[in-house]
């Protein structure tokens, strides 16, 4: 692959991978603020809430897994300590 499609491969997960990140964080908040119908705080209440930023976080992960896995050239070894 050249040099441009790496490029934009990478900023492709650059922006996906920023924008999972900030959705789960987003999902997540309103997870642990929901409130009932009274307005108090409901344990029980935005389930879909936390699945959501479950699925964003994993998407984050796996954009930061094919960014960090992906740099690696074929012919090279990758050491855990560089």
Known sequence: MNSNGNNSIKVL????GLAAAAV????FSLFVMFRDSRGAF???G???????????AAV??????LGIFGRINKTE???ITS
């Open 13 to 16: 997960l650059w922006v996906v």
């Open 24 to 27: 789960a964080v987003w999902q």
């Open 42 to 44: 409901d344990a029980q």
């Open 46 to 56: 935005g389930g879909l809430n936390l699945w959501l930023a479950l699925g964003a």
């Open 60 to 65: 984050a992960c796996v954009c930061v897994c």
């Open 77 to 79: 070894e990758f050491h």
